[in-house]
């Protein structure tokens, strides 16, 4: 029937992945699947499987037979005990979830955690579902799905791997810290990068930037049992130093050292400052105050583990109406899953020019221009009996701002104004983001594995410099076996100039006005190569050497494409 023909396409195409990824694993699940005409029952829970440290290149061990008289599908297979063993530098418990509440980690876009307030919740970590069933994932094929009868426990939804401390002596005072209510954490990160090719004549060389990162929560419901799942959560930076992009390479567009932006170069630049509450039995959650739209909407992890793309790709960061980090604006956001694999995150943000209050602490500064209205719908499947997560990520947001046209943005403006069609309109911006865990090694978090990913944004024309922007990549561990918790990393970035700031460049030049300072001529498009491996060096130590290599910067064929390699280091105190 024409009607079915959409999810056997999808599922057969997610088989295929599966098959390709883990050929012993979709073997068995189907060998299984052959022998049984019966139909799959419900099923309980996989019991806990062991954890425990192993040493990288044990023999392989599988979990056990199932029960008798029960199809093999995912779900009852359970994970290869290999793959879900703890590495040794582990910073995560044997529990396979961090003591909560979780400060986050600012520099790699992660979430913190508060307190969930309800004791019975199943999840302390995720929120748990409003419908104790899955959604998309029910036309995947059993030997794909393994959310199939039970949502999965916590220590699969940790969204990191954990870092650790460089300071372990500080513990027993972020223990009695965090029993009053507070928890913290300190993270230093510095990136160099390098022009060893190409670029702007005469400027090889290197360039420096650095961020310092306070994070801090208050978990309302220690300091106070009736405030139980109430926490406020506040970030503090300073950033210095000068970035590669522009006076190097001749790029104004791209950012290739994400740390040296928006900061106002001061001492304390404040980020956020929010209130965040978790309702109705833990399904639902609300945060309030000041934050920064990228650490909450278009991004991710492993986003973040590219200097490119870290807090959120580049089409998205430009646009005013997202409030890109460490830019904070007042707004809301309410968070909730209505089932085991499916999430959705609606906002609603005041708008500012991005430069207004460089140092965070002015609010009366700030001039709002409209109001941002963003909805994020995820699907996040876990696949074959080793969980391997996915995230399909379709987000839209409508900035109410009227933005002048940029067709008349390299003309003088008493010329600007009698363009002919040149209007204000708002901003419309549609992003869709997508990560799949290929195979998965070193744990059960989120980023114990090796993904594949891609994505594609698109913003009105009229309102930006970049309308479009694609991107794919990969991001691996355990590529050198004896080291497990490292990572690498490359992608693959297309960025278009808006086809009306083209024009408006193209009318500078045959008006005799010249271009605006920084155009070398008239914009069409770049790419950006971008490689790393990062070297988990010691606890609370990040050691990424990075590559970067930029094709037609400035988006023309005036520069030479420009070649770098730099080094990123993170250390959390």
């Given at each position: 029937?024409p009607?079915?023909?959409?999810?056997?396409?999808?599922?057969?195409?997610?088989?295929?992945?599966?098959?390709?990824?883990?050929?012993?694993?979709?073997?068995?699940?189907?060998?299984?699947?052959?022998?049984?005409?019966?139909?799959?029952?419900?099923?309980?829970?996989?019991?806990?499987?062991?954890?425990?440290?192993?040493?990288?290149?044990a023999?392989?061990?599988?979990?056990?037979?199932?029960?008798a008289?029960?199809?093999?599908?995912?779900?009852?297979?359970?994970?290869?005990?290999n793959?879900?063993?703890?590495?040794?530098?582990?910073?995560?418990?044997?529990?396979?979830?961090?003591?909560?509440?979780?400060?986050?980690?600012?520099?790699?876009?992660?979430?913190?955690?508060?307190?969930?307030?309800?004791?019975?919740?199943?999840?302390?970590?995720?929120?748990?579902?409003?419908?104790?069933?899955?959604?998309?994932?029910?036309i995947?094929?059993?030997?794909?799905?393994?959310?199939?009868?039970?949502d999965?426990?916590?220590?699969?939804?940790?969204?990191?791997?954990?870092?650790?401390?460089?300071?372990?002596?500080?513990?027993?005072?972020?223990?009695?810290?965090?029993?009053?209510?507070?928890?913290?954490?300190?993270?230093?990160?510095?990136?160099?990068?390098?022009?060893?090719?190409?670029?702007?004549?005469?400027?090889?060389?290197?360039?420096?930037?650095?961020?310092?990162?306070?994070?801090?929560?208050?978990?309302?419901?220690?300091?106070?049992?009736?405030?139980g799942?109430?926490s406020?959560?506040?970030?503090?930076?300073?950033?210095?130093?000068?970035?590669?992009?522009?006076?190097?390479?001749?790029?104004?567009?791209?950012?290739?050292?994400?740390?040296?932006?928006?900061s106002?170069?001061?001492?304390?630049?404040?980020?956020?400052?929010?209130?965040?509450?978790?309702?109705?039995?833990?399904?639902?959650?609300?945060?309030?105050?000041?934050?920064?739209?990228?650490?909450?909407f278009?991004?991710?992890?492993?986003?973040?583990?590219?200097?490119?793309?870290?807090?959120?790709?580049?089409?998205?960061?430009?646009?005013?109406?997202?409030?890109?980090?460490?830019?904070?604006?007042?707004?809301?956001?309410?968070?909730?899953?209505?089932?085991?694999?499916?999430?959705?995150?609606?906002?609603?943000?005041?708008?500012?020019?991005?430069?207004?209050?460089?140092?965070g602490?002015?609010?009366?500064?700030?001039?709002?221009?409209?109001?941002?209205?963003?909805?994020?719908?995820?699907?996040?499947?876990?696949?074959?009996?080793?969980?391997?997560?996915?995230?399909?990520?379709?987000?839209?947001?409508?900035?109410?701002?009227?933005?002048?046209?940029?067709?008349?943005?390299?003309?003088?403006?008493?010329?600007?104004?009698?363009?002919?069609?040149?209007?204000?309109?708002?901003?419309?911006?549609?992003?869709?983001?997508?990560?799949?865990?290929?195979?998965?090694?070193?744990?059960?978090?989120?980023?114990?594995?090796?993904?594949?990913?891609?994505g594609?944004?698109?913003?009105?024309?009229?309102?930006?410099?970049?309308?479009?922007?694609?991107?794919?990549?990969?991001?691996?561990?355990?590529?050198?076996?004896?080291?497990?918790?490292?990572?690498?990393?490359?992608?693959?970035?297309?960025?278009?100039?808006?086809?009306?700031?083209?024009?408006?460049?193209?009318?500078?030049?045959?008006?005799?006005?010249?271009?605006?300072?920084?155009?070398?001529?008239?914009?069409?498009?770049?790419?950006?190569?971008?490689?790393?491996?990062?070297?988990?060096?010691?606890?609370?130590?990040?050691?990424?050497?990075e590559?970067?290599?930029?094709?037609?910067?400035?988006?023309?064929?005036?520069?030479?494409?420009?070649?770098?390699?730099?080094?990123?280091?993170?250390?959390?105190?």
């Open positions: 029937m009607g079915r023909a959409f999810p056997t396409a999808l599922s057969a195409l997610l088989a295929g992945c599966a098959a390709v990824v883990l050929p012993v694993g979709a073997h068995n699940a189907a060998q299984a699947q052959s022998t049984t005409t019966s139909p799959l029952t419900a099923q309980t829970a996989v019991a806990p499987v062991s954890d425990a440290i192993i040493t990288p290149g023999n392989k061990v599988h979990a056990g037979p199932a029960q008289g029960r199809p093999l599908d995912a779900e009852s297979l359970g994970p290869d005990l793959a879900i063993r703890r590495p040794p530098n582990t910073p995560i418990p044997p529990s396979g979830v961090p003591v909560l509440p979780f400060p986050g980690m600012a520099t790699m876009s992660v979430q913190p955690v508060g307190p969930s307030g309800d004791a019975s919740a199943f999840h302390k970590v995720e929120l748990d579902s409003i419908l104790a069933t899955e959604g998309p994932s029910r995947l094929p059993p030997n794909l799905d393994a959310l199939r009868d039970t999965l426990n916590d220590p699969y939804y940790v969204p990191t791997a954990g870092s650790g401390a460089l300071i372990p002596q500080l513990s027993p005072f972020r223990n009695r810290l965090r029993e009053k209510g507070f928890t913290f954490s300190f993270t230093y990160k510095g990136e160099a990068n390098g022009l060893f090719a190409g670029g702007r004549p005469g400027e090889k060389g290197t360039s420096y930037v650095h961020e310092l990162t306070l994070q801090a929560i208050f978990d309302l419901g220690k300091m106070d049992p009736r405030l799942g109430w406020v959560h506040t970030l503090v930076m300073e950033r210095a130093g000068k970035a590669i992009q522009g006076p190097r390479v001749g790029e104004s567009y791209v950012g290739l050292q994400e740390v040296y932006s928006l106002g170069n001061v001492v304390a630049h404040l980020v956020d400052l929010y209130a965040e509450k978790k309702f109705r039995n833990n399904t639902l959650d609300v945060i309030f105050g000041r934050m920064s739209l990228t650490h909450v278009a991004t991710s992890p492993l986003l973040c583990s590219f200097m490119v793309t870290c807090s959120a790709p580049v089409a998205i960061k430009q646009n005013p109406g997202m409030s890109v980090y460490p830019k904070a604006t007042w707004g809301a956001r309410i968070r909730f899953r209505p089932t085991w694999d499916t999430a959705i995150q609606i906002g609603a943000y005041s708008v500012g020019a991005l430069n207004e209050n460089p140092s602490w002015a609010w009366g500064a700030e001039h709002a221009t409209g109001i941002s209205l963003p909805i994020e719908f995820t699907w996040q499947p876990f696949l074959t009996r080793n969980r391997l997560p996915g995230h399909y990520v379709l987000g839209y947001a409508h900035d109410t701002t009227r933005y002048a046209d940029k067709i008349g943005s390299a003309l003088p403006s008493a010329v600007a104004a009698q363009v002919p069609g040149a209007r204000s309109a708002p901003s419309d911006m549609f992003w869709l983001e997508a990560d799949q865990m290929v195979y998965r090694l070193g744990g059960r978090n989120m980023m114990a594995g090796g993904y594949l990913m891609g594609y944004i698109h913003v009105t024309p009229r309102a930006v410099n970049v309308s479009d922007q694609l991107y794919g990549g990969i991001s691996l561990v355990g590529v050198i076996p004896s080291r497990m918790t490292d990572r690498l990393g490359m992608m693959f970035s297309w960025y278009k100039v808006s086809n009306r700031r083209r024009q408006s460049e193209q009318l500078a030049l045959d008006g005799g006005y010249g271009l605006p300072s920084g155009v070398y001529g008239v914009q069409h498009s770049s790419d950006v190569i971008e490689a790393y491996y990062g070297i988990d060096a010691l606890p609370g130590l990040l050691v990424q050497p590559f970067q290599y930029m094709i037609h910067p400035g988006e023309t064929h005036k520069i030479r494409n420009a070649g770098m390699m730099g080094l990123k280091v993170i250390a959390n105190l």
